[in-house]
């Protein structure tokens, strides 16, 4: 069995070196870059399964890296590494493509769930994903990230795909917020649960245009999922 592949961008030498070999003693491959000018160039070259960005670096920041490799490969994950505190800085991470966000300091176990659980909702599950899931007047496709409403296309992050294809897989049920945390998060800190609210929110817009369908707060519980 092929070991899983990270490509690590990391500028600080001695935190690089420990989490790489960290990372390598668990059975992981790390190709680790300390400039963000090489970072695509190693991507392309090693087709790497995860990405593990620090944002603050030099040349070029992790966002702008994240960009480039969506751009190559729009399935990739990623997860950035930080020391800032912002939302803003939390937020601008997702729109640019991230699936996770991982401040300083951290510990190895943390990082390995939080590969691991990204791994997990990728296609690598091995779990057959359906080409299209139709949802009122929606079109949803998990594989290409995709909702579409007649010529309309709207394209979805790679965490907004996967939290709508669990509340597809749940439909006209309750799903515990718990759940859906731990899943797609790995944990469910208070900073994790503010970003699924976002999340929510966002669903809930993409698909106002049909009033059949409703993302219903269960306060306490979790969320209903109603379609037409």
Known sequence: MSKIKI?????????????????ESRDFEVAMVTDGQQALSVFERDRPDICVLDVMLPSKDGYAIAKEIKQVNPDVPIIFV????????????????????LRKPFSMEELIVRVTNLLNLSQKSGKALPENITLGKFEFSPLRY????????KKLSHREASLLQMLTENRNATVQRKDILMKLWGDDSFFNS???????????????????????????????????
């Open 7 to 23: 490509l690590y961008v990391e500028d600080e030498p001695f935190l690089g070196r420990i989490v790489k070999e960290s990372l």
């Open 82 to 101: 930080t020391a800032k505190n912002q939302t803003e800085d939390v937020l601008k991470g997702f729109e640019v493509g991230g699936n996770d966000y």
């Open 146 to 153: 995709e909702l579409k409403n007649g010529d309309s296309v």
């Open 194 to 228: 503010r970003n699924l609210d976002v999340y929510i929110t966002k669903l809930r817009d993409y698909l106002k245009d049909d009033p059949s369908i409703e993302i219903i707060t269960i306060k306490g519980i979790g969320y209903h999922f109603v379609t037409g």
